[in-house]
Nanobody
């Protein structure tokens, strides 16, 4: 059974930093696009960052220059380094593993990130 387990969320002040982790099991991690999405109660889930099997990356405009996505295939883990956090970054952050051509997509349970003074 495929499992994605996120960790690293929490409460931080504006301008602070957090690092999210997503550990995957029961998939051939290295061939999946790995992404981070976020969702607030009033909004649809949106893409934050994605990294391909060959380490090409893409970011939402709102986080460019502040967030960095990195994968460690040896540990089956993807990270999201978040710096200069803003109140509008507050959301539940979800990890996703996707193989589009095979129509495979798996989600983690989410981790809450709250930016507040």
């Amino acid at each position: 059974q495929v499992e994605l387990v996120e960790s690293g969320g929490g409460l931080v002040q504006p301008g602070g930093s957090l690092r999210l982790s997503c550990a995957a099991s029961s998939i051939l991690f290295c061939v999946y696009d790995m992404g981070w999405y976020r969702q607030t109660p009033d909004e649809q889930r949106e893409l934050v960052a994605v990294i391909s099997p060959i380490n090409t990356t893409d970011y939402a405009d709102a986080v460019k220059g502040r967030f960095t996505i990195v994968r460690d295939n040896a540990k089956n883990t993807v990270y999201l380094e978040m710096n200069n956090l803003k109140s509008e970054d507050t959301a539940v952050y979800y990890c996703n593993a996707k193989r589009t051509l095979l129509r495979q997509s798996y989600w983690g349970q989410g981790t809450q990130v709250t930016i507040s003074s």
